[in-house]
């Protein structure tokens, strides 16, 4: 985690010059300072220290993780994942009805009317695989 956090904060410092660049330089093309692209970045900037802060007390609060120590083996951090359903087809059709709902942004706002449904679906599908049916709980 602790070289996750200087990632970040590493991340704050390159947006901090670049948006004081970027005021610099949108004064002397435009005449005054751009205030959207300078408050975008400067968010950036807030950002990247907030998940840095957060990784930070994090780590204070937990024991060194695998990856943290010098001596550390790829297999030390191995354990379980998580649980995944080799048969389910409902992220098959997820996939398809957020696909086609971005797709909708390129080619009509039609489109939405058939991929929101669809979506929908595969999300109450996705979510309710093991409520009912031979793998209920």
Known sequence: ??????????????????DIGYGIWSYLYFGAIEP???AAIGLLVILSLFIAFY???????SAELPEDSLDGEIADDAGEV??????SWWPIALGLGSGLLFLSLAVGWW??????????????GFVFEYSRGAHAH
């Open 36 to 38: 959207i692209g300078t």
């Open 111 to 124: 489109l939405t009317y058939i991929a929101v449904p669809f979506a929908i679906v595969a999300v109450v």
């Open 82 to 87: 998580g649980f995944f359903s080799p048969w």
């Open 55 to 61: 990784l930070y007390s994090g780590m204070r609060r």
């Open 1 to 18: 985690m602790r070289s996750n956090i200087w990632v970040f904060l590493v991340m704050a410092a390159y947006f901090t010059i670049a």
